[in-house]
């Protein structure tokens, strides 16, 4: 079976890096959105460590819509949907896939919004290892809530809207622990309930991971 999941997970990033859009344009957009805002900023005023945080996240749920409206549209071209839902393999394998797929696109653009906030932004990495932790951590959220809700949206012409009217109200509070959480990291500052935002961020993850498991397969096999 595992077999099967890496299969999957490699076919859609070998398809993703052969086209280049796939990737290209969460980038894209990520870039033009700190661009944008950097502009707001007057010459030679200080952008706060949580405007920072909270303009990376922002850049990072845009993307997060387009690499997973991409990655659920590999299979709609050509029906080949069909051909995984009658493949012995456990439904829950194709969320995990795409899953892991998603991770691996939306860690490659944020090391890219990154020196963006950095050097648009004037943004330091005080503490950058706390800082790549917490990145992992609330993509973990993301692409949870981002593959189970990617596989709803498929099949609607109205697809990028749909999933964008979802996936963002569902996702508040763990972009409200990662902007308190990079802000912290980003700024040197303290915050006063570290443990807390943390422990939002694992337990969103760790609840949307189950959710996925369990209605995944109601919702992909549904047409």
């Avoid at 990376?56 to 749920?61: K, N, P, Q, R």
Wanted: with cysteine; charged share 10%; glycine share 10%.
């Amino acid at each position: 079976m595992s077999r099967g999941f890496l299969s999957i997970t490699g076919k859609d990033l070998k398809l993703i890096f052969s086209d280049g859009t796939g990737i290209i344009q969460p980038v894209l957009l990520g870039l033009i959105l700190v661009f944008v805002f950097s502009l707001s900023t007057p010459v030679g005023e200080e952008v706060p460590a949580q405007a920072g945080a909270s303009i990376f996240w922002l850049a990072t749920s845009f993307a997060l819509v387009l690499v997973f409206n991409t990655l659920y549209s590999l299979e709609e071209a050509n029906q080949a949907r069909v051909g995984l839902l009658i493949s012995p393999l456990p439904l829950q394998y194709i969320w995990l896939s795409k899953a892991c797929s998603g991770f691996v696109l939306l860690v490659l653009a944020q090391m890219i919004f990154l020196p963006a906030i950095m050097v648009f932004l004037g943004q330091d990495l005080a503490d950058i290892w706390s800082l790549a932790g917490t990145i992992l951590l609330v993509d973990w959220g993301l692409v949870a809530v981002g593959s189970l809700l990617g596989a709803v949206s498929q099949g609607h012409s109205s697809r990028d809207s749909l999933l964008s009217v979802v996936i963002f109200p569902l996702l508040i509070p763990l972009l409200l622990a990662g902007i308190r959480l990079g802000a912290c990291f980003m700024g040197g500052g303290a915050e006063e309930n570290l443990a807390g935002w943390i422990g939002i961020a694992f337990a969103f993850g760790a609840v949307f991971s189950g959710a996925a498991m369990i209605l995944f397969p109601f919702v992909y096999s549904e047409y």
